[in-house]
């Protein structure tokens, strides 16, 4: 059961959440974007908020909670898993060579993974660096605001792709550029639901597409507490989405308070992009929205 505490860091989360759909109707997302940003104290409000609630929802992981399993602990899992441990990279290329042989498709512009024990992750939205100090994990965290001094500030809606190879130096602990196709992972924890429209959470997508390594991923968790069907139309509508973009969705589990989502940038973007015109339905379009949005 939640204590008085948690209930009041969640509300504060909540409120900053409504408040922004709330100015996005109203003016716009992209002014009110810019409004929230210019609103310091709320930024570092939230950021707290978000620290503590953090450390409160690790120790209800290691009870009969559960929440997450952790969020954090599922993500490491998965990456080490991905990358280093059952080789179910291998085993999604493999797959992907074979479809792309039957269909007759010229193989030679497929891009791979290259094998590492350095793995390159980026934290969008981490205010506090959970995987600062993971074994195999060279950590990029980014924040609008961050909470300690391990996290870049930035805003990943207006980050500048750069091309690929090119050297980016963080300037007074902020980051503005990233470099193209240079990470193994892009992780999403509890990010999209801060943003308030469905265009700026695609952009958010697209540019983690731009910054994979081709079989790199995109994790994605997003709070559920519904059961597992009761958001089945806005999942499927995001697998279709991202697939459009390149992604092939490999990974879907629901826990109690969250669902986490894999997304494997493709050794071929023509794969996930025939899937998504295969598998379109009458509802499906180009969006990323949220339960949130109808309230």
């Known amino acids: ?40 104290d709320r930024l570092k409000e939230y950021a707290d908020a978000m620290r503590k609630l953090a450390s409160i929802w690790e120790e209800n992981s290691t009870n009969v909670d559960l929440l997450a399993r952790s969020r954090i602990k599922w993500t490491i899992d ?15 290329r493999a797959r992907e060579q074979r479809q792309l042989e039957f269909l007759e498709y010229d193989m030679s512009q497929c891009k791979y993974h290259q ?22 994990f060279d950590v990029t965290a980014i924040d609008l605001c961050p909470a ?34 240079y990470f193994h992972c892009v992780v999403f924890s509890l990010l999209l639901e801060y943003i308030p429209s469905s265009e700026q959470r695609l952009l958010c997508c697209s540019n983690a597409y731009k910054l994979l390594k081709f079989e790199g991923i995109l994790i ?23 697939a459009t973009l390149g992604f092939s969705r490999i990974k879907f589990e ?35 929205d949220i339960p949130q949005d109808s309230k």
């Open 1 to 40: 059961m939640a204590t008085e505490e948690h209930k009041k860091l969640a509300n504060i989360i909540k409120d900053v959440h409504e408040s922004l759909r709330v100015m996005s109707k109203e003016m716009g997302p992209s002014e009110a974007w810019e409004h929230h940003l210019q609103n310091k």
């Open 78 to 92: 998965y990456c080490m898993t991905y990358f280093l441990a059952d080789g179910i990279l291998f085993e999604k």
């Open 115 to 136: 094998e590492t024990t350095n793995l390159r992750v980026l934290d969008v939205g981490s205010c506090f660096n959970p995987f600062k100090n993971m074994e195999y």
């Open 148 to 181: 300690t001094d391990t996290v870049f500030q930035g805003d990943f809606l207006k980050i500048n792709i750069l091309s690929e190879d090119t050297t980016v130096s963080p300037i007074e602990g902020k980051i503005e550029n990233l470099p193209a196709n």
């Open 220 to 242: 994605i968790i997003t709070p559920d507490s519904q059961h597992v069907g009761k958001n089945a139309t806005i999942m499927k509508n995001w697998r279709y989405t991202l």
């Open 254 to 288: 629901k826990l109690p308070h969250i669902a986490c989502m894999v997304f494997r940038k493709s050794i071929d973007i023509r794969l996930p992009q025939m899937w998504a015109e295969q598998h379109k339905e009458a509802y499906m379009t180009m969006s990323i």
